[in-house]
């Protein structure tokens, strides 16, 4: 099997995770978990989003949150950012860098963030300008590229054009994101494949819910395909709130465990993000969906 020796992983949980919960975690709490993170040998940490918090209650206390953490100068924290309003609040706490997103689908780009596709574009290119004029990078998310819970297949032909704009924009890399976990790992050659000829390798990021099971495979079928950036949540956590049945991402330490296991290099510490992983299901209180995390405890 021929897979790359070093893979680059991008911590999502603060962000993806803990928007889909009822329950908000306490300020002091996040920032115990994200400091825990930062401790671990990740280098990406998404640390939580400035949508409208109406929209995100759960993610109301985001200046707070960045505020508060210590931060590790290996460690990009970074933010995910909507719009010019967004960006402002972003700029003022000084967040590493943003994450902007977007849908390859219509159905799911109006529920999530109240544009047609075509609209959101002006709207994105005003933050990636305001990020650049501050000298910091913008990362893009395409969201449904394996199917949409509204709109159903998506057309390569439609996540090519979304992928073009956000790159003809100065986004740095895209994470194509499986909202509602449905690819399946010949789904994800085939996109790759498609992408890669038209964009050539290393722009793309894979981001996968483990809503069926099926990341882990995905994954695989990523790294077969040459994708070397990978997006988790620690502990299973998250889902996306405008995508009915979405349940979280793939379990940051279940991939590092496969990644290590079969001889790639991430710099990451699992025992270490094990800790933060069981840091943040104390303070839910509930088993979470990772597998690592059940052995860890169970040990
Ligand atoms: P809108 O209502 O269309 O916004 O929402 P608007 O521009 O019309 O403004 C309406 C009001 O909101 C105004 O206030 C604005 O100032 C305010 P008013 O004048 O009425 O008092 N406003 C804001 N306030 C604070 N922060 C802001 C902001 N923007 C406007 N940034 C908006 C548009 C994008 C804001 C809204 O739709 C929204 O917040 N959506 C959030 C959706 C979301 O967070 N979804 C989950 C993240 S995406 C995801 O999970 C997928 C991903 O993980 C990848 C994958 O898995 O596929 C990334
Ligand atoms: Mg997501």
């Known amino acids: 099997m021929d897979l790359p020796k070093q893979i680059t992983f991008k911590e999502v949980g603060p962000r993806d995770g803990l928007q889909n919960e009822s329950r908000f975690v306490p300020t002091e709490k996040k ?3 994200i400091d825990l ?11 939580s989003s400035f949508v409208h918090p109406k929209w995100i209650p759960a993610l109301a206390d985001a200046e707070e949150v960045f505020n508060q ?3 590790n100068q290996d460690v990009t924290y970074a933010a995910l950012v909507p ?15 943003f994450a902007v997103f977007m849908s390859a689908s219509e159905t799911h780009n109006q529920k999530n963030i109240n544009k047609s596709i075509t609209e959101t574009y ?8 305001e990020a650049s004029s501050s000298n910091k990078k913008t990362r893009g998310y395409v969201s449904t590229v394996f199917g949409c819970p509204y709109d159903g297949h998506i057309a390569i032909d439609e996540v090519k054009k979304v992928c073009d ?3 003809s924009m100065g986004i740095y890399e895209i994470s194509l994101g499986d909202t509602i976990g449905i690819g399946n790992p010949k789904q994800v050659k085939s996109v790759m494949t498609e992408l890669h000829k038209e964009f ?4 793309f990021a894979l981001h996968f819910h483990d809503t069926r099971g099926m990341a882990l495979a ?37 991939l590092l465990f496969m990644l290590h296991e079969m001889g790639m290099n991430s710099e990451i510490d699992v025992h270490k993000l094990l800790k933060a992983a069981s840091y943040i299901e104390g303070v839910f209180g509930e088993t979470l969906p990772s597998h690592q995390l059940k052995l860890f405890e169970g040990g």
Do not use: F, H, M
């Open 37 to 47: 993170l930062s401790q671990t040998g990740v280098s990406y940490i998404e640390v």
């Open 165 to 167: 704009q956000l790159l």
């Open 69 to 71: 953490i210590k931060r």
């Open 200 to 203: 050539g390798i290393g722009k």
């Open 122 to 129: 002006d709207v994105l290119k005003e933050v990636v300008n």
């Open 83 to 97: 719009n010019i309003k967004g960006a402002e609040r972003a700029l003022k706490v000084d967040a590493d860098e």
């Open 31 to 33: 920032v115990e978990w």
């Open 218 to 254: 995905n994954a695989l079928a990523g790294l077969q395909a040459g994708v070397t950036i990978y997006d988790g949540s620690i502990g299973g956590l998250g889902g996306c709130p405008y995508a009915k049945g979405a349940s979280g991402n793939v379990a940051s330490e279940d």
